[in-house]
């Protein structure tokens, strides 16, 4: 089955610092990849999505000048947390629609982001 | 954009017993509906899926129902188990490319 990676699984920084996060599709490729976020106890939020290629679309209320995002390759996004702050706190999740089967989505394991 | 709601956001059943999560959703061209299993720190596990095409769809244990006129759509989970136990999430999409939007979530406790 299609398989997605995240790296890295969990960060911790200082605040004020950037955070890169990398999400790869391992056996197929993504023309286009989500990001969601998660905090505890509650449910994901997309955040924003991937188009290689091309820019990103942000959800409403989402900074993208905050949270950069580029799609450098059919099987590579990276979501960028610019000047982290306690806030942004979260676990992060990617996804990727299959190719065969366009609406099963295939979520990478998660980057848990503590921000100090 | 699309609204998807869920019902419970918690659920404690006896081991054997039977549990049943609903959904509803907004857009009426929502045509897929997933459901999926989370555990703690996990990501998220497409445990069965339905399209807007068909009423009802089973797996095992597992199934789903779909009323589009009423715009809902139920999970129901027989002869539960403890390792049924995790917060459930169903959701919503056009299909294709197209994003997913979530419900809110239920956590399921079956108690041995």
């Known amino acids: 089955g299609a398989v997605v990676s995240q790296h890295p699984s969990r960060v911790i920084c200082k605040s004020g610092t950037s955070v890169k996060i990398e999400c790869r599709s391992l056996d197929f490729q993504a023309t286009t990849m989500f990001w969601y976020r998660q905090f505890p106890k509650q449910s994901l939020m997309l955040m924003a999505t991937s188009n290689e290629g091309s820019k990103a679309t942000y959800e409403q209320g989402v900074e993208k000048d905050k949270f950069l995002i580029n799609h450098a390759s059919l099987t590579l996004s990276t979501l960028t947390v610019t000047s982290a702050h306690p806030e942004d706190s979260s676990f992060y999740i990617c996804s990727a629609p299959g190719e065969g089967q366009q609406e099963t989505q295939y979520f990478g394991p998660g980057t848990r982001l503590l921000v100090l | ?112």
């Open chain 2, 1 to 112: 954009g699309e609204n998807v709601e869920q019902h419970p956001s918690t659920l404690s059943v006896q081991e054997g017993d039977s549990a049943v999560i609903k959904c509803t959703y907004s857009d009426s061209a929502s045509n897929y509906f997933p459901w999926y299993k989370q555990e703690l720190g996990k990501r998220p596990q497409l445990i069965i899926d339905i399209r807007s095409n068909v009423g009802e769809k089973k797996d095992q244990r597992i199934a789903v129902t779909l009323n589009k006129t009423a715009k809902h759509f139920s999970l129901h989970i027989t002869e539960t188990q403890p390792e049924d136990s995790a917060v459930y999430f169903c959701a919503a999409t056009h299909g294709g490319y197209q994003k997913v939007t979530f419900g809110t979530g239920t956590k399921l406790q079956v108690i041995p």
